[in-house]
């Protein structure tokens, strides 16, 4: 296991020799100072750390499984979630919002104005962790009330995201990716649903079922852009189902991205 301690000493003892031969003026005659050898040895420190710490210093977190009661018809949730997998579908239990399984998370639940509102995240990485993928391995899988109003949103790093809402009542869905592939399946039977989607160097996949209307834009001048045309032609500078304005079922879906893939179908 990484121990950050043992670096830590290391460090000081380096410091400390270079600033002991430093007042001893050993340093003088090769007219190299300590103010001078510190920020490259810091440098160099901090690289070394890096580079530890992305091939051996993974953070494992325990697997716990969490469920929380269901306090009201309508429900806003938002997931937090780093590097790694989720997987989001429908599935919880009646008297249930949300239940899942979950490596490392931290929970808040709320409810005001007849809205229960729960926000998962991830757990704070200590330095050096902060942003070097050491926690890709890490997975969470989450059910959601299918009988519920939701209110839905999402961020992701580097992770690999696959939201099944076919059989959610999901009417506001906001999803926020960074260098990650992202797989959405519209609610089947949820009215009218908005999904709003933003992306770095990303892949967003939308799968539209059967008997659901779409009104589709995407605002990207660098992303590759494939939609079943066949199901949503272009009509007026925006990818729209025939039957958009009359049909039961319709998702509105803008999407906006840096450089990458998205598909429609």
Request: hydrophobic share 45%; glycine share 10%; net charge negative.
């Amino acid at each position: 296991m990484y121990n950050k301690r043992l670096f830590w000493g290391v460090i000081l003892v380096v410091i400390g020799i270079l600033l002991l031969l430093d007042n001893l003026g050993v340093l003088a005659p090769l007219r190299i100072s300590f103010k001078q050898l510190l920020f490259p040895l810091a440098l160099i420190g901090f690289g070394a750390w890096i580079l530890w710490v992305s091939t051996h210093g993974q953070v494992t977190f325990a697997t716990e499984e969490v469920s929380i009661p269901l306090e009201a018809d309508e429900a806003q949730v938002n997931i937090d979630f780093g590097a790694g997998e989720l997987i989001v579908a429908g599935g919880a239990p009646a008297a249930t919002l949300l239940s899942g399984s979950f490596d490392g998370v931290e929970y808040r639940v709320a409810s005001t104005d007849g809205v229960q509102r729960v926000h998962l995240t991830s757990p704070m990485l200590n330095f050096p962790h902060w942003n070097f993928g050491v926690a890709s391995h890490r997975r969470w899988t989450v059910a959601l009330n299918p009988n519920v109003r939701l209110s839905l949103g999402v961020k992701t790093g580097a992770c690999d995201t696959r939201l099944d809402l076919r059989d959610l009542r999901v009417s506001r869905l906001n999803v926020e990716t960074g260098a990650s592939s992202t797989h959405i399946i519209a609610p089947a039977h949820a009215g009218y649903t908005e999904i709003r989607g933003s992306s770095g160097a990303a892949s967003i996949n939308i799968e539209i079922p059967e008997g659901v209307a779409a009104r589709i834009h995407v605002s990207s001048a660098l992303s590759s852009v494939t939609v079943d045309q066949g199901r949503f032609p272009n009509i007026g500078g925006e990818y729209r189902s025939p039957d958009y304005e009359t049909a039961a079922n319709t998702v509105d879906i803008r999407l906006e991205g840096g450089v990458g893939t998205f598909s429609i179908q």
